[in-house]
């Protein structure tokens, strides 16, 4: 059981290129997040998905695209980099939301992005 | 949409003092409440939660507060350690609980 993993580890690239970033988890947990963490600012949400198929932004979606096609992958894409996406990306899963609230999130290792 | 203050930033103590971290949020439909620790280059990871139903939790040296009212939530750590030492974040459930808000973190130092 791996639980949540994240590929890549690592990642340098020039403004403009565009790359994807793959979330899995083998959970089976429903719902699946997106986030950002700069220094100082703590962890920020850009995309999430509460089921296979769906999508929603949340609170800094611009510059991002994600899909989830299977329940267990989550991919976030940046279509055109810029140096301000240079961060660590963290991928988080969860059952969802049950009869008393929300279920724990699990996080995945980070991947970090750089962006020149 | 729902927003979450965290202080202090950073936080240094002695080793078997106590250290106090506080959040509040804005949203009044929040009902979950987790807070996480995140040691240098690892991942966070959740250390309790509270949910809106109850006022008071505890797992052993940790204890989490919540005033519904005052929409202010805070963690309690006892008889700290230094590998009490990394970063703290506090965060609270948006939309349903679908999603959550994160404060922005406080780091918290214990020297011994």
């Known amino acids: 059981n791996a639980g949540v993993t994240q590929t890549p580890k690592f990642r340098v690239l020039k403004t403009g290129q565009s790359m994807t970033l793959l979330c899995a988890q083998d959970?089976?947990?429903?719902?699946m997040y997106w986030y950002r963490q700069d220094p100082g600012m703590g962890l920020r949400l850009i995309h999430y998905s509460v089921g296979e198929g769906t999508t929603a932004k949340g609170e800094v979606p611009d510059g991002y695209n994600v899909s989830r096609l299977k329940k267990q992958n989550f991919l976030l894409g940046l279509e055109s980099a810029a140096p301000s996406q240079t961060s660590v990306y963290f991928c988080a899963s969860s059952y969802g939301v049950g009869a008393s609230g929300a279920y724990e999130q699990y996080f995945g290792p980070g991947t970090r992005l750089t962006v020149t | 949409g729902e927003n979450v203050e965290q202080h202090p930033s950073t936080l240094s103590v002695q080793e078997g003092d106590s250290a106090v971290i506080k959040c509040t949020y804005s949203d009044s439909a929040s009902n979950y409440f987790p807070w996480y620790k995140q040691e240098l280059g690892k991942r966070p990871q959740l250390i309790i939660d509270?949910?809106?139903?109850?006022g008071e939790k505890k797992d052993q040296r940790i204890a989490v507060t919540l005033n519904k009212t005052a929409k202010h939530f805070s963690l309690h750590i006892t008889e700290t350690q230094p590998e009490d030492s990394a970063v703290y974040f506090c965060a609270a459930s948006m939309e349903a609980g679908t999603a959550l808000i994160f404060g922005k973190g406080t780091t918290l130092s214990v020297s011994s």
């Open positions: 959970m089976n947990h429903e719902y």
């Open positions: 509270i949910r809106s139903n109850v």
